[in-house]
């Protein structure tokens, strides 16, 4: 059956996915995941200036990432693949893992219309401009939780790498006042093909993470109710984070351990239905990473209606 045949079969959610939907309550029907992308994703990830990517590192650790580059630098020549005309930074966690034959996972976000999709699959080739990537998973997700920023380019000089394996004070305030932040995980090896990477969009008022020593308090509001990504940790509890100081352009990347609390009894912020606490074990700053300069829009109604620790 060819990609473009609108009677294409969706995809099905993995082991784990189906283990989490059924701890944290019944997902749809269907995962409306689609083996290719439809012309409207292969169009919408040439707008943008800014691409969200997982990666795993050396040790098989995702790292959450981004690249950056003038819009149209991701084109789709064909529904199955992306390619990115972006090179990571060599002091970027993720730089490693941009290599022939490793899973990968993007997320096209639109800041300025809440619109995001996301397509998975594995780099397909490399080069000194960006990288191919053959996409296997295709799929949109709602616009919940979704902040409005408007970004206008922006020349920067980034900074040496700093790494850390325990929070100091800037972290801890960067993370404390974020609206906003992006998590990287990934299937367990015994899910097979039907998993791999996965790149998603966590949202909610400054304040939604709650910052406790060098374990961060994150609550799951409700969603799509795929649990893609607590399907994911519920397999392999590793993930890496990545937060945005959205007015210095300073980007703060974490890797550590999840561990899913599903009936945390009125716990956490208004609106929480899990919790979920992810002790860090080491991290990246990178001063002055991220080129733009930001305009806040407007929170999410979703968001709204959610509350802080």
Not at 25 to 46: I, V
Not at 103 to 130: F, I, K, M, W
Not at 257 to 277: F, K, Q, S, V
Request: proline residues 7%; glycine residues 12%.
């Amino acid at each position: 059956m060819s990609p473009q045949d609108g009677a294409t079969a969706y995809l099905s959610f993995h082991r784990d996915e189906l283990a989490a939907q059924a701890l944290g309550g019944p997902g749809p029907k269907s995962a409306r995941m689609r083996p290719f992308m439809p012309d409207q994703h292969r169009e919408f990830f040439t707008l943008l200036p800014y691409l969200f990517v997982a990666a795993a590192d050396e040790r098989g650790w995702p790292v959450a990432s981004v690249l950056v580059g003038a819009p149209g630098f991701v084109q789709s020549p064909d529904p199955v693949t992306l390619r990115v005309d972006s090179v990571a930074d060599t002091g970027d966690p993720a730089a490693v893992g941009l290599t022939v034959g490793r899973d990968v996972a993007l997320l096209g976000l639109d800041l300025t219309t809440r619109r995001r999709n996301r397509a998975n699959g594995q780099v397909a080739a490399v080069d000194g401009q960006g990288l191919s990537v053959h996409v296997t998973q295709s799929f949109g997700n709602c616009a919940q939780y979704i902040q409005t920023r408007r970004p206008t380019a922006a020349t920067r000089m980034p900074e040496p790498v700093e790494h850390f394996d325990r929070l100091d004070d800037g972290a801890r305030a960067l993370v404390a006042a974020s609206d906003t932040f992006f998590v990287a995980s990934r299937s367990r090896l015994e899910v097979g093909s039907d998993g791999g990477l996965d790149m998603s969009h966590r949202g909610g008022r400054p304040g939604f993470v709650g910052v406790h020593g060098d374990t961060l308090a994150i609550p799951d509001f409700r969603g799509n109710r795929f649990y893609n990504t607590l399907g994911n940790l519920l397999g392999d509890p590793r993930a890496g984070l990545l937060f945005i100081d959205f007015a210095t352009g300073e980007l703060l990347q974490l890797q550590g351990r999840a561990e899913i609390d599903w009936t945390p009894g009125g716990a956490g912020p208004p609106g929480a239905e899990r919790l979920w606490r992810f002790r860090i074990e080491r991290g990246w700053r990178r001063r002055d990473a991220f080129p733009f300069a930001w305009t806040f829009g407007d929170y999410a109604p979703t968001t709204l209606k959610t509350g802080v620790w």
